[in-house]
């Protein structure tokens, strides 16, 4: 089945560590989206990549990092220069504007940092 | 440059209508319709692209103002189902700014 696959569902950390989330799709979708979901605030856009090798900054991409090496993967890497990291992170992709953009989600990933 | 929704949640009885509003300060291009329920992904409900036009699904539909860069989101008779979080997602009408940006979400309830 097609599908777009975040691990792990849960994750802890230390304070100061850095962290990779992993983000998978075997939709053969061009685009792909990283979001941080926090109580009242929606999802917001961290990165997103229209395309293998290019990335765009989001509207909160401070402390974060992705790579776009593959068109399946799309993997955010949390540094220990974001001040609040503690969230929910939904990874989407889908296919490329002026065709069906619909988007699809991931489970979402739960990290916790002490 | 996130969109702006309204109500920020609403409770409504079993079989009552709710209508669910989003706009932008940008011209659009497209509005995105989701709904999430706790501790889940958001799944698609439905996309309106420019040019003014209103698409159903069941008892849920939607339109588009353009002119405006307003969307909303009407369900009628109401289902215990339909409780969750609503979303609408904007992409901006220009090129170079492909990106899919979410409003902060109204929360709806529907009790029996």
């Known amino acids: 089945d097609g599908g777009i696959t975040q691990s792990p569902k849960y994750l802890f950390r230390k304070e100061g560590q850095n962290v990779t989330l992993s983000c998978e799709q075997n939709?053969?979708?061009?685009?792909m989206y990283w979001y941080r979901q926090d109580p009242g605030q929606g999802l917001r856009l961290i990165y997103y990549?229209?395309?293998?090798?290019?990335?765009q900054k989001g509207d909160i991409a401070e402390g974060y990092s992705v790579s776009r090496e593959k068109k399946e993967s799309f993997p955010l890497t949390v540094t220990s220069a974001q001040k609040n990291p503690t969230a929910f992170y939904l990874c989407?992709?889908?296919?490329?504007?002026?065709?069906?953009?619909?988007?699809?989600f991931g489970q979402g990933t739960r990290l916790t940092v002490v | 440059q996130q969109p702006v929704q309204s109500p920020q949640a609403v409770i409504l009885r079993e079989g009552e209508d709710a209508v669910i509003n989003c706009s932008s300060s940008?011209?659009?291009?497209?509005v995105h319709w989701y709904r999430q329920k706790h501790g889940e992904a958001p799944v698609f409900l439905m996309i309106?692209?420019?040019?003014?036009e209103q698409k159903g699904h069941d008892k849920i539909s939607a339109s588009f103002n353009e002119k405006k860069q307003q969307s909303s989101l009407y369900l009628t008779a109401s289902q215990l189902s339909y409780s969750g979080t609503y979303f609408c997602?904007?992409?901006?009408?220009?090129?170079?700014?492909?990106?899919?940006?979410f409003g902060t979400g109204t929360r709806l309830t529907i009790i029996p």
């Open positions: 939709l053969n979708h061009d685009a």
């Open positions: 940008k011209a659009l291009y497209s």
């Open positions: 309106l692209l420019k040019g003014g």
């Open positions: 990549s229209q395309i293998v090798n290019d990335f």
């Open positions: 997602g904007t992409e901006i009408d220009s090129f170079g700014n492909e990106k899919l940006t």
């Open positions: 989407a992709s889908s296919r490329a504007r002026g065709m069906n953009t619909e988007a699809f």
